[in-house]
């Protein structure tokens, strides 16, 4: 049984800075919100991972935590915006005929401006989620849902007593947006003959079938949320980049060889998708998992420098311990100035430097 939430009518069509407050002065709605978005955790952080930081939204006595993220209010400021019905009845019978991100591009130009901007900052908060995350967020199925009145849960995976199929979002009165019956064109001619719904049976050749088409932005699409998927099989978390400073040599460079397969890989078939070398904006989608990459590759390199400074070091301590043996032995008292060292001088000022550099390795880079 899905969970049913009835929001007070007088928090819709108004704008987000008149919506009435609670004794906090905060938007009532925010209570219903954070509580639904509280009470199915799972699925909503399964889709968008730790970017929106519901983990944190409440302090522990129970006030809001200060720490909400950013993308979390301007996620639910947009929604409060949105206006009702969001998308016309001809626009979403556009958008079910071929449910991605290219007929959502389709959509928004056929918009009038108003609702344009806002469908705008809508995809655009959806792109800076995704760029944030190593987990995918599959477009399709939340724009199909949102839009297209299909006989599915939105990746809220929600109902209301308003509409009881497709949603465009849990906290509006989305109205049905089935299209009405189209009138009969030729009202005087009447059809009597019983259509003969008779099944049969036909087997067609396998080379005879026609595989679905897609747009080089759904192959795209598809392209970035495969490799993600492929990255998350082999253990690339986001708990993984959160810990990275605690994880083995050992580990951080078994993680390092396998995501460079995967970017290589992902390289590979897109360079053959949009038939040129991609640039920076092409692997904007995966910047989490370059980002990942980046931070193993550095601990490898850091851990490789600092063991070969350390045995330069172990080295120059020897020379050094053989060169103030050697003085005390020689002139009967130990080395107190300058001029003493002047003949291992350079040897000093090495291994100075060598013990601040290994200071400086020891330091945890920031995140």
Known sequence: MKKKVDFPPEIFNQPYDSLPLNE????????????????????????LSKSL???????????YSSDVSDVFMQFIKLLCELPEPFIPKHLIMLYSESP???????????????????FNRFITLLRDIIKNTIYP??????????FAHQQTHNFFDFLTKQNSSALCFPWIPIKSFLPEEPPNAYPEIEID????????????????????????????S??????????????????????????????????????????????????????????????????????????LRNKCRNQS?????????????RELNDFRSEFEEKYGRKISSAADKAPVAAKYQRY????EELAKLSKKPPH
């Open 24 to 47: 906090s002065h905060i938007p009532i709605i925010f209570d219903e919100i954070i509580e639904y978005f509280e009470n199915n955790k799972d699925d909503f952080t399964k889709h």
């Open 193 to 220: 003959e019983l259509i003969d719904y008779t099944k049969v049976d036909a087997e067609v050749p396998p080379e005879l079938l026609v595989a679905p088409s897609q747009t080089v932005a759904e192959q795209l």
């Open 352 to 355: 100075k430097a060598i013990k």
């Open 53 to 63: 930081a519901l983990s944190s939204i409440f302090a522990t006595d129970g006030s």
């Open 137 to 146: 967020l599959e477009f399709d199925r939340i724009l199909g849902s949102a």
């Open 100 to 118: 991605s991100l290219t007929s959502a591009q389709q959509v928004i130009a056929n918009l009038q401006s108003s609702k344009r901007t806002l």
């Open 222 to 295: 598809e392209l970035y949320n495969n490799t993600k998927l492929r990255a998350k099989s082999y253990g690339l978390t986001d708990e993984v980049l959160e810990n990275i400073d605690s994880i083995t040599i050992k580990d951080a460079e078994k993680f390092r060889s396998e995501l460079k397969l995967i970017l290589l890989q992902f390289e590979r078939e897109i360079a053959t998708l949009i038939k040129r070398k991609p640039v920076k904006s092409d692997k904007t989608p995966l910047s989490s998992l370059y980002r990942l990459h980046m931070r």
């Open 305 to 317: 420098r600092r063991d070969d400074l350390i045995i330069e070091k172990k080295k120059l301590q």
